[in-house]
């Protein structure tokens, strides 16, 4: 694989200004969508020249629509009858809830194409699938288990793909998916565009794209801290026995008019969530134990308003994407840091603002301070409840103390693997051009858009370029209007094909790869 390169204008164009048709055009102005988020401004037009493409991001940045827009327009502008159980695109996914969200992405987006979609995913019965994979289609959105499944009885056959999409692939490996993809890919035919996003490319997964893509694009948006700088943040320290009472007087409030609730696990979640209904009719629970149908009605009813307070394991969680979330709230505090910015990222979701609130005991003191240093900063504490935990607070300055961590005047750890980044972003120069351009004009700059929120550096391992390097975001920029940074990996004069680069509005149309 040789990692290609990107125009040298990176632009931040209107969705007006980029060369979509108008059905796109119109379902993107019927959804209020007008400025593409950096992911999109950055896939869209390679994608549409045929460009293979590796986007580093995760959810709540926009990747659906960067890839399901330019599938859609490319599909259109080749017609082909829909065949039946041999899709021409194919979109793998790592649970039901996103690959229902992905559909409904192609939908709304396609809406006036005469284009047909179908998902299939586990959990559910498959004969609903078989058959509206054997009335043709287009799109397949599926989960790599059960696509296998319906593969090995042939009722779907790759044989007529010519686009492939991974999402979430850093999420595939951690839920063991990894042999399922490797036998799926294994049947895609050799010419074909493929993209690749994951949130994080360790290891396997730089590996795994690395077999997949072919001179192609890559974008990188700037994960986790970016999406914590727009949520504001507050821990309560609190002893373990009151969270629900604590919890209970946090509902009182209006303002908490859409909630949604982390717990450790499923029991946790179904015992909270019955012991609120008394008190709060507008509650239900999600997790991995539920059938298919279940979750899907409580989402729903969630996304619809008729539920106020949702509460969810993580996994659960993966790929919720509800509009309006007012609160997420950390009842038990996530086992991993980066569980902590996914959680709170279901907020502040598209450029919208959102608060977080952190329960923590006594004995949640380790993974308070390892959020802290993925995050970059320190969580303001909140005392202002009638369920203040001097003794929980107590513990945790007396471990601070133990674990010898100096502070600033500030609170501020001087020391730890973030601490060395958190300086601060400067506006103005290229990045403020950039920001600016975001609304139309254009940056000067080539190599990133955007900057990493305060706190700054990533952790090892997410900022990974696919050859293996660490990829550093420049630190001296500010970021986009839409909260979310991006870096293009820098255009110049690769002996890769450069003279393949992207034009803008190029007529040569899109160029499907030999492998
Ligand atoms: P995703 O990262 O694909 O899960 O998308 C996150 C959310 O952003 C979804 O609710 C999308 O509908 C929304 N969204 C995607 N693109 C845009 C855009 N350009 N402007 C406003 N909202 C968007």
Redesign the pocket.
Known sequence: MTASKTSSNTEFPL?SDLPLIEPIQSA?RS???????P??AGAIPPLLEGRDFLGC??????????FAIPILQLLHQSPAKAVSGAPRALVLCPTRELAV??LE?FT?YGKSLRLRFAAVFGGVGQSPQVTSLTRGLHVLVATPGRLQDLMDQGHCSLSRLEFFVLDEADRMLDMGFMPAIKRIVAKLPKQRQSIFLSATMPPPIEELAGSLLHDHVTVMITPPATTAQKVAQRVMFVDKDNKRKLLESLLESNAFSKVLVFVRTKYGADRLAKSLKSSTMMIDAIHGDKSQGARQRVLNGFKDGELRVLVATDVAAR?I???GITHVINYDMPMEPDGYVHRIGRTA???ATGESISMCDAEEFQQLRQIEREIGKRVPVDRNHPYHSADAEDEVIKRDASSGRKKTSRGRPTSGPRAAASGGTKSGGAAGRARKGFKGSKPSTTSSFGAPAAGGEAAPGRRRSISGKVKKINNSTSKPQ?GYSAERKPDGNSSSGSSRGPSRGSSSGPKRKKR
């Open positions: 969705f993107l959804k209020g969508y007008t400025i593409p988020t992911i999109q991001a995760q959810t709540g940045t926009g990747k659906t629509a960067a969200q992905i992405s709304n790929g994407d509800v509009e979701r598209a450029g839409y």
